[in-house]
């Protein structure tokens, strides 16, 4: 009560406080919104909602198209994951240990799909995958283009935890008559693996959502859930696509839980 | 520590040398290939494409011109539309920068045990993908959204007041969008300010306005500068969010892009844009970089 009284009797303070907390609400309202959406009972988006229901789940359950982006969206960010796990975690082994000459050059490579605006990165994998004859029939190509823009987000995550881990470890190993791969095996891996696992979800999470480079890249047909859901949201704003970012909001909610659980989040720097 | 981490992988055998460095080399080779293959390639590839001939029956005709280029320059649309973009990026760094400040510095100097908590929230909007958060948007500004039916509740309003399809909705939406591009960088500055230099200058009896115009704002200058230019450079090229919130009313450089690309089959004519768009936004970020590193040293401890 003193403290509301002190917060009160010195407006400069109570200003401050009061824009910090208007704009957090500004941060996480459309996301509440959208999941309150979701769960209404009624034909359209109506305010205050009328009652609450899961039917808009059921049309996107039994909708071919929203299943069909959302299980596609699945594969690839998974393979994403997969693939820049394996080659950020490489890459980055290299630059903190190895590298000597040009590595800030090698840095700036790898980072540049993150650097470099998606949508341009976007229309020259178009216009190169057209010219070496790989076009977008086949999800190759998509798949190469998520792979890219991952990659920067296991390779920071894996070289920061590179940085903390002390050398003399790995050294000890050697000494001792390990050989590279064990230690690797057995040293390295299990003392990054907190930064391995980190970079492979935000991998997985940002190939989830990533939107420009499947735009252009999608084949005739297929398409993944952010394009569906934009394609549909073009034309209709009915709740079956809350429904839909709800189920994708949760999935990553999950995705973060569960890397919380195996390595803490408190690992995440970059 | 340095030769230490040289042995690390180093040959267990001193002959062993060669073949531990060609091993070395394929810990990297892989992203170099990728990298080399899958973006300097295509980069370059787009300069080639801006300058070949159009044709509505194939991507591109045979032979080589300017005309791509001179038609963007001379045509008031594409001139139009590049200048829209430009805007729209300044203002929402704008914007973004006003509103950012002060919950980065709260973010920097609170001690609340939610800390984490708070930090979450400022993250959580990166993890929504931006058609969804978009998306959002439209459920609040719609001529049947959400703040209309409350106002027509009410009975304040017969017809509905346009929040969307129109730059306003396009640039709140892009603000909330870029919005925690702005807060991180400047939490780091600001949380590597010495909290003693404000302390000192409060008990020598400057007033809190003052404290901040003459310490916290000059010594944050390299947060405020990285922010600014990151949420412009995302915002001078964003797509989705003009295309949702704009409804083709609000003609972006992005969106003429896409359309010449995807509709048009323009691809000479889109990548002559492209080229034109990212050209302006580096120019734009070179002269800002200039002038405000001059404000640093100016300002600057």
Redesign the interface.
């Known amino acids: 009560m003193k403290a509301l009284v002190e917060v009160i009797r010195d407006p ?1 303070r109570f200003g ?1 406080g009061a ?2 907390i208007a ?2 609400v ?6 509440a ?2 999941v309150l ?1 979701s769960l209404n009972a009624g034909e ?4 205050p909602p009328q009652g609450i229901s899961l039917r808009w789940y059921g049309s996107f359950f039994s909708s071919q198209p929203f299943m069909d982006a959302f299980k596609l969206s699945l594969q690839v960010a998974a393979t994403s994951m997969v693939c820049a796990a394996a ?2 975690t ?2 980055a ?3 903190v ?3 000597r000459g040009g590595k800030e050059a ?1 840095r700036f ?2 980072l ?2 993150l650097l ?6 976007a ?6 995958y ?2 070496i004859g790989l076009g977008t029939r086949t999800l190759v190509g998509l798949q ?2 998520h ?2 823009i991952t ?1 920067p987000f296991v390779f920071l995550s894996v070289c920061s935890a590179l940085y903390n881990i002390n ?2 470890l ?2 000890a190993a ?1 000494s001792l008559g390990a ?2 791969w064990t ?2 095996r057995r040293i390295t891996l299990p003392l990054i693996k907190p930064g391995v696992i980190t970079g492979a979800m935000f991998a997985f ?1 940002i190939s ?2 990533l ?2 480079i499947s ?2 890249l999608k084949g005739i047909g297929t398409t993944t859930l ?1 394009i569906q ?2 394609d549909y ?2 034309w209709d ?1 009915d709740p079956t ?2 429904a839909v ?1 709800t189920v ?2 949760v999935m ?1 909610l999950c995705v ?1 839980l569960i890397t919380d659980r195996l390595v803490g989040l408190r690992a995440v720097r970059f | ?1 340095a030769a ?7 040959p ?1 055998v001193p002959g062993d040398a060669a073949r ?1 460095r060609a ?2 080399l394929l ?2 080779a ?3 290939v ?2 080399v293959v ?2 300097v ?3 370059l ?2 300069v080639v ?1 801006s300058i070949r001939v159009p044709s509505t029956r194939a ?1 591109y005709a045979p032979g080589f011109t300017p005309d791509n280029y001179l038609r963007a320059l001379t045509d008031s649309l594409y001139l139009g539309a590049l200048a829209r973009s430009l805007a729209i990026g300044a203002a929402t760094a704008f914007f973004c920068l006003v ?2 400040y ?2 980065a510095y ?1 973010l920097a100097r609170t001690n609340a045990r939610f800390k984490g908590l ?1 930090f979450a ?2 993250l ?2 990166l ?14 500004l ?1 001529n ?3 703040i209309n ?2 106002l027509r509740g009410l009975g304040w309003i017969d017809s509905p007041v346009r929040l969307m399809y129109n730059e306003f909705g396009v640039m709140l ?1 892009l603000v ?1 969008v870029f ?2 591009f702005m807060i991180l960088p400047l939490t780091g500055a600001i949380q590597s300010i010495d909290p003693n230099l404000e302390a000192a200058a409060r008990s020598l009896g400057a007033p ?2 003052r404290v901040f115009t003459r310490i916290v704002l000059p010594l944050s200058m390299p947060g405020i500068q990285s922010g600014t230019i990151l949420v412009f ?2 915002a ?2 964003a ?2 969010t003009p ?2 919130l704009g409804g083709g009313n609000v003609q972006t450089m ?1 969106t003429l ?2 359309q010449q ?2 509709d048009a089959f323009l ?1 000479p004519v ?2 002559a844009l ?1 080229l034109i768009l ?1 050209l302006a ?1 580096a120019c734009s970020v070179a002269i800002y970089a200039r002038l405000t590193a001059r404000t640093m040293r100016r300002l600057g401890p």
Do not use: K
């Open positions: 400069l401050f824009v910090v704009v957090y500004f941060l996480l309202l459309p996301i919104i959208v959406a359209y988006l109506t305010f080659l950020g490489s890459a082994l290299y630059y240990r190895f590298a090698l490579m790898v540049a799909p470099l605006p998606e949508i341009l990165t229309i020259a994998l178009l216009f190169f057209y010219q190469i283009g792979v890219l990659l050398p003399s790995e050294e050697r050989g590279s230690v690797f999470i989830f959502d939107f420009s735009l252009l952010p859901l934009f949201l073009r704003y696509a809350a970012s994708s909001i990553t973060v | 520590m230490g981490a040289l042995t690390t992988f180093g267990a531990a091993l070395r810990l990297i892989p992203v170099v990728l990298i899958f973006l390639l295509p980069y590839n787009i494409m991507p509103l950012g002060p919950v709260h708070l929230a400022v959580s909007p993890l929504v993908g931006v058609v969804i958060r978009s998306y959002g948007w439209i459920i609040i719609a049947n959204g959400i039916q409350t939406a909330h919005l925690p809190r306005w450079v995302l001078v090229s797509y989705v295309m949702l992005a892009v896409v690309l995807v691809w889109g990548a492209a990212s936004g």
